[in-house]
């Protein structure tokens, strides 16, 4: 079943998602209030945006691929500006913490950094990737930062003690149903229960998903049934929801998972024209916002023009 809702469309999956759902209801009352707000916003040429990062506020945080910056976007007036210079060097993946704090996965510098968002200031560089590494993404727990290591079976943690004080980092060797074969590991989320995380894995099964128990790293791969991720990047999510952006086929995956992250049922697809290779996504008052990466654009430099959209969560689907 295909529905097009203006220039997003979203494919149900099991339930049908209907047309009342979709334009009312729960997207509608999350909506409410941001309704002005612009959906498609630029960032600063030759920026090669990869990650986002969203915290309790309306600005969004943009890495930086050419030069490791940040950029702030004003979600309410889509006007921005570049918060952290960057070393030259790449970011990937990033995260906001509760302390106003950017976590920074540095790709191949094999980095992770520690960023104040509101001035810039560097606060912490670790190296942990090694040579060819590459640190890939990171989700925030109660205690520790989590990094993706995309080119070995590992898992980067920087644990945070009291009152978010940063420590040093270590490395989580994964075992388990965990298959490694060249850059493999991207996008990293927690279970909805708190008790895992899941990442995935391009290796197994042409792209799936994989449940890690951070005690020990064992990994087991999330029971989707029929369902593949190739190509899957940035995860996002929301209660039991779960939001796989696969940039090749320009789409978002979204996935209904049980508390602990061990089994989940596709419920939709979120296609939009808007949509150019976007790589990682964050929420906003039931908005989904994701920066194009223009990847397979035949030119990027410092004058390739880049920018992110959004496109509203898809709500329950409407069951009985």
Not at 246 to 263: A, F, K, Y
Not at 283 to 294: A, I, T
Request: proline share 6%; glycine share 16%; aromatic share 6%.
């Amino acid at each position: 079943m295909e529905r097009s809702l203006a220039r997003r469309q979203v494919l149900g999956a099991g339930a049908a998602l209907s047309a009342v759902a979709l334009l009312g209801g729960t997207a509608q009352a999350a909506d409410r209030g941001t309704r002005t707000w612009p959906t498609r916003f630029p960032l600063p040429d030759g920026w090669e945006p990869e990650g986002i990062a969203i915290g309790f506020a309306p600005y969004a945080y943009f890495g930086s691929i050419a030069g490791g910056g940040v950029y702030r976007v004003d979600l309410a007036t889509g006007e921005g500006k570049i918060v952290h210079a960057g070393l030259g060097r790449q970011t990937i993946g990033l995260k906001l913490d509760a302390w106003g704090r950017l976590f920074l996965a540095g790709g191949s510098s094999g980095e992770l950094r520690v960023v104040d968002a509101r001035t810039g200031e560097l606060l912490a560089s670790h190296a942990v990737g090694g040579t060819g590494g590459f640190v890939n993404d990171v989700v925030l727990t109660e205690d520790a930062a989590w990094f993706t290591e995309s080119f070995g079976a590992r898992l980067h943690r920087l644990p945070l003690g009291r009152r978010g004080r940063l420590a040093e980092p270590e490395t989580i060797e994964l075992g388990g149903d965990w298959v490694q074969s060249g850059f493999t590991a991207n996008g990293i989320a927690r279970t909805p229960d708190g008790s895992g995380l899941l990442v995935t894995n391009a290796a197994v099964d042409g792209g799936s998903l994989m449940r890690v128990d951070p005690r020990t790293g064992a990994a087991r791969q999330v029971d989707l049934g029929a369902t593949t991720l190739p190509g899957g990047d940035g995860l996002a999510l929301v209660g039991r929801t779960l939001y796989v952006v696969r940039p090749t086929p320009n789409q978002v995956d979204v996935i209904r998972l049980n508390r602990s992250g061990t089994r989940g049922t596709a419920i939709g697809v979120i296609r939009d024209d808007r949509f150019d290779l976007p790589t990682t996504a964050a929420v906003y008052r039931g908005r989904l916002y994701l920066p194009n990466s223009r990847f397979s654009a035949p030119v990027r430099d410092a004058d390739t023009p880049y920018d992110a959209v959004c496109v509203p969560l898809v709500p329950r689907p409407v069951t009985g």
